[in-house]
């Protein structure tokens, strides 16, 4: 039976990176919760239509192509729409990845998300949890730099994701299985993850 291997972290925590790592060592079925959200809404107009109805607004262009920046406008700071789309979007993405496990036929299935622990339709969905961690300010540095965004913007999304900030200051989580602490270089990174799949596989 296929084993589900969720790997989650904050803004700049670089879980990227992780996933990178573990497709190296050999995990290389992964499935980009953040990314295939996006394709979800085109592949599926039926969802958008949805969404659109739901949120009572449009979120395509006159040429009726999907505009991400509209949605993400809408529900940036309105819980109750984040709350009505991803109530419609989680079911969808939830059927999405079964069959992408299953197409897989791997024996363990990554899940890459930076909120799968702050969504309670994925409790109980893991088989294991990894955190992916760095220090607040290093990971402020990090979004920064790579989106080439200012300070603000970054810490506007940064607020947004309370538990990661909350075990990025010293929380726990029992859910969480493993933690990799990404705070030096990318060897020590790398050296760190391979330890954790060790762990992993010996007790999965």
Not at 48 to 60: F, N, S, T
Not at 91 to 110: K, L, T
Not at 165 to 191: A, K
């Amino acid at each position: 039976m296929t084993k589900v291997v969720v790997i989650t972290g904050g803004i700049g925590s670089g879980k990227s990176e992780v996933c990178r790592i573990f497709a190296d060592e050999g995990f290389a079925a992964q499935y980009n919760a953040d990314a295939r959200a996006k394709a979800l809404y085109i592949e599926y107009p039926s969802l958008l239509e949805a969404i659109e109805e739901a949120l009572g607004c449009v979120l395509k262009d006159d040429e009726g192509k999907f505009q991400p920046s509209l949605l993400a406008d809408r529900i940036f700071s309105d819980r109750t729409a984040l709350e009505k789309v991803e109530s419609l979007l989680f079911p969808v993405m939830m059927d999405d990845f079964a069959i992408f496990a299953e197409r897989s036929g791997a024996e363990y299935v990554v899940f890459e998300s930076a909120t799968v622990l702050e969504k309670p339709q994925f409790d109980g969905f893991a088989d294991k949890v990894i955190l992916v961690d760095a220090p607040f300010e290093t990971r402020l540095g990090r979004a920064c730099a790579r989106d080439d965004a200012s300070r603000e913007a970054v810490l506007a999304r940064m607020r947004a994701q309370t538990l990661m900030n909350e075990l990025s200051q010293g929380g726990s989580d029992p859910r969480v299985d493993y933690v990799i602490m990404n705070d030096s270089t990318f060897e020590v990174l790398r050296e760190r993850t391979r330890k954790t799949i060790e762990l992993l596989t010996e007790n999965i």
